[in-house]
Each structure stands twice: as structure tokens, then as C-alpha cells.
């Protein structure tokens, strides 16, 4: 069973940066969309990012122009570039391969903003 992982989670002050990295454990094919999703404490899961096999992508209005998703459906690889971050973007963040057979989901990693 191909799995995903993060990394790139951490602790960052508000303002700063962190780029999150998603890797498959194996090949994934007929990819549909990669994205990011993330899950405040007490809070439900929602999508940040995503983009299609086409390079279509899509953000959540309160992260546009501050994050950018990249990546590469070969490799099944995805990226997200988190700039000007905020206390409110503390939350785990979790990718998702989205596959014509299947729906991949990580364990997720921990950003935490504040100072």
C-alpha cells in the first residue's frame, strides 16, 4: 500500500516561512489532484491547495498570495510554499493524492505560528 509522508512542519514566529513536502512511498497512477488540507484544534478539516495532473490550482481565499502549491504527479510529489504566516495558520496540515482508483491521505505534520 503506497503511503504519504510529510515533512517541513515546525514552529515558525508569525510572519515567517515554511515550505511543506509530501512524498509517496511508491508510483501512484492516473493522478487526478494533489492538495493540502488542514485541521485547527477544534476546528474541521479544510482545503488550502490543490492542484490538478494539469496544473490547475486552487487556494482557499484566507491563504491565497501567501502559499503556493507546486507539484510533480510523476514523482507524486507536492509542495507547499507558506509565506507571511499567521497565528491562524496554526494547524496540521495534511497532503492528499487524489488517484482514479484510490484516495491517499498522510498522517500530517504540525505547523505551529506564534511568537
Known amino acids: 500500500q503506497v503511503q504519504l509522508v510529510e515533512s517541513g512542519g515546525g514552529l515558525v514566529q508569525p510572519g515567517g516561512s515554511l515550505r511543506l513536502s509530501c512524498a509517496a512511498s511508491?508510483?501512484?497512477?492516473?493522478?487526478?489532484?494533489m492538495g493540502w488540507y488542514r485541521q485547527a484544534p477544534g476546528k474541521e478539516r479544510e482545503s488550502v491547495a490543490t492542484i490538478t495532473n494539469g496544473g490547475t490550482t486552487n487556494y482557499a481565499d484566507s491563504v491565497k498570495d501567501r502559499f503556493t502549491i507546486s507539484g510533480d504527479s510523476a514523482a507524486t510529489a507536492v509542495y507547499l510554499q507558506m509565506n507571511s504566516l499567521k497565528p491562524e495558520d496554526t494547524a496540521i496540515y495534511y497532503c492528499r493524492v487524489f488517484a482514479l482508483r484510490n484516495d491517499y491521505w498522510g498522517k500530517g505534520t504540525l505547523v505551529t505560528v506564534s511568537s
Open positions: 511508491g508510483t501512484i497512477f492516473s493522478v487526478n489532484f
